[in-house]
């Protein structure tokens, strides 16, 4: 015969009893991105130093679209500043007004004259620097974030460097501070990275408006 099956035990159990879960936290810390980029950062408290009219302003046509615009500007300044021995002319900034779509929105001859109106100003400014476009840079921030962004033009003086970022915007000088509020915080980034990849000071920074015939000099606003 076979032998029963020995009885499981019994095993008291309290109904009400608590449930013992590991304790959780009491606070979540945000998880910060890995990269950030430059133009994107957000915006830091500045000041205006300084500002120059540069050539005169561009009329631009209702609808034009201003990302193809801000495109075309960088274009034309670091086709302009790449090769100095290559005169930057009316039929260079009409093929790339072209390759942009913007072919009849603006004057290429209007465009030709900030751009040299723009060297003008640099040549007078800081004579004999050394002048690099659309320059690449990356750093590590304290927080362990990876920093990118492209330097539109960047000019190697006797003093130390001169960061210039180019907008596409056509604020009015009335609105410029407005535009100073709303990029300082890029051009700061860019300083900082800068300064610490080359150990070399950034000795001015400057946000050029080829539209709105004009340039802003801005600083970190002091606490």
């Excluded at 990269?35 to 950062?41: D, F, G, H, K, Q």
């Excluded at 603006?106 to 109106?117: G, K, N, T, Y």
């Excluded at 640099?122 to 690099?132: E, K, N, Q, V």
Aim: negative net charge; charged residues 20%.
């Amino acid at each position: 015969m076979m032998e029963a099956a020995p009885a499981a035990p019994s095993v008291a159990v309290e109904p009400d009893s608590p449930l013992h879960w590991f304790r959780g936290t009491e606070s979540r810390t945000e998880r910060l991105p890995a990269t950030l980029v430059a133009s994107a950062t957000q915006a830091r408290a500045c000041r205006i130093t300084d500002s120059e009219t540069i050539g005169d302003r561009i009329p631009l046509p209702p609808g034009v679209d201003m990302t193809a615009l801000g495109n075309t500007i960088h274009a034309c300044i670091a086709t302009a500043f790449t090769d100095p021995s290559v005169p930057f002319d009316e039929e260079r900034a009409a093929r790339i007004l072209d390759g942009f779509g913007l072919a009849g929105a603006i004057e290429p001859s209007a465009l030709a004259r900030q751009v040299a109106a723009l060297d003008a100003w640099i040549s007078a400014c800081w004579p004999g620097c050394r002048r690099h476009a659309e320059i690449p840079i990356e750093s590590i921030l304290t927080s362990g974030q990876v920093v990118q962004g492209r330097i539109d033009l960047l000019l190697e003086t006797k003093d130390g460097w001169v960061l210039l970022d180019h907008k596409a915007n056509p604020a009015p000088r009335g609105r410029w501070n407005q535009v100073a509020q709303e990029h300082g915080g890029q051009l700061s980034v860019y300083a900082d990275a800068l300064e610490r990849a080359t150990g070399r000071s950034v000795a001015e920074a400057w946000i050029v408006l080829p539209v709105g015939a004009g340039a802003i000099q801005v600083a970190a606003s002091e606490v």
